[in-house]
């Protein structure tokens, strides 16, 4: 029996392909540097959420999110490729605010480390 369902393992093979592919292709382009992190796929596999992440302000995260706009349709071609299915999933990309978070804390709990010891 198998462990993992078709969606998820599909899903890590999109999240491995887009990656190296935005590298390659894409990431000259890009306003700035991106990171995908998850990627959500509906059971029926047509539809794909993928999650980014970038460092900076807000208007370098609107300016990705716009860049990505743009190049969906490139990017759905290319991650296309390697995909052994029957249909394409349509992509969404949606801001992944988690590592920003992370290194928010981490900053915090390095000043309180700081202060303890200080």
Do not use: W
């Amino acid at each position: 029996m198998r462990q993992f369902k078709r969606s998820t393992r599909l899903g890590e093979q999109i999240l491995r392909d887009i990656s190296e592919i935005f590298l390659m292709d894409f990431s000259v382009k890009s306003p700035d540097l991106v990171t995908f992190t998850h990627v959500k796929l509906t059971d029926d596999l047509r539809y794909a959420t993928i999650y980014y992440s970038c460092l900076g302000d807000v208007e370098k995260q609107r300016l990705v999110s716009e860049f990505l706009s743009r190049e969906k349709k490139q990017i759905r071609h290319a991650v296309g490729k390697n995909l052994h299915t029957r249909f394409i999933p349509e992509f969404t990309f949606k801001f992944d605010p988690s590592v920003a978070e992370g290194i928010k804390i981490e900053k915090l709990l390095n000043e309180v480390k700081n202060d303890t010891n200080a």
